[in-house]
């Protein structure tokens, strides 16, 4: 059983472009969170999204960021005009659909994001 | 608001011996689960342990135990016959328990162990 797949796992961007982070979720979850780890930094997270629906994006910055679940196909962090403050490294977690208690959180080996 | 506060920046111990690293919490829930994650070198998030707040018993995973205190809201990390692989940074992580938005998990600055040979 695949674990969690992020891709990249390492991403350089200039500033004013914009950033695709991926995430697929292990074989049979459909709840997808992101996380952010800044250097030093324990992770903090961003946004909890299931199948075609956000759950609780309350850790999303208001600007430039934003995520999608779709129906098919991987999770989507996109990050709008990159600043140099974004460079982080990007997690991606999933855990069980409903039903069976999402408590355990599977992680990704993240993104590494570079703004140059 | 959760809070988890890991104080010790950095620790170290010698191969095969016992360590135990510390983790203190804040919440005004009765009903959560707690964990310990470990970011190797690698930086991949590993979990390494979870406890259940309704548990009285104290998790265990073979050479890793946790002492589960409650009322004091505190949740150590021990490690036993400890192996140069575990050198790693390791997180503990607060959950709500419950339906809704409570999944997100709340983690501490994080305490880097080094296993020294």
């Known amino acids: 059983n695949a674990g969690v797949m992020q891709n990249p796992r390492h ?3 200039r500033r004013g472009q914009e950033a695709r982070l991926r995430c697929s979720p292990m074989k049979g979850h459909s709840h997808v969170y992101w996380y952010r780890q800044l250097p030093e930094e324990g992770l903090k997270f961003m946004v909890y999204l299931q199948k075609e629906n956000i759950i609780d994006e309350s850790g999303m910055p ?14 989507i962090l996109r990050i709008q005009q990159v600043v140099r ?7 991606c977690a999933s855990s069980p659909p409903a039903g069976t208690p999402p408590d355990t959180q599977y992680f990704g080996p993240g993104t590494r994001l570079t703004v140059l | 608001a959760q809070t988890v506060t890991q104080s010790q920046p950095e620790m170290s111990v010698q191969e ?19 964990f310990w994650y470990k970011q190797p070198p690698s930086r991949q998030m590993i979990l390494v342990i979870r406890q259940e707040a309704y548990k009285q018993q104290n998790a265990t995973e073979n050479r890793f135990s946790v002492n589960f205190q409650k009322a004091a809201k505190s949740f150590s990390l021990k490690i036993s016959d400890s192996q140069l692989g575990d050198t790693a940074m390791y997180f503990c992580a607060f959950m709500k328990q419950g339906g809704g938005s409570n999944y997100k998990l709340t983690f501490g600055k994080g305490t880097l162990l080094t296993v020294n040979p």
């Open chain 1, 11 to 13: 991403l350089v961007r």
């Open chain 1, 62 to 75: 208001k600007e430039r960021f934003s995520a999608e679940f779709p129906k098919e196909g991987p999770s």
């Open chain 1, 85 to 91: 403050g974004d460079s982080a490294a990007y997690f």
């Open chain 2, 16 to 34: 095969a011996e016992t360590v135990t690293l510390s983790c203190t919490y804040d919440t005004s829930e009765n009903n959560y689960y707690l």
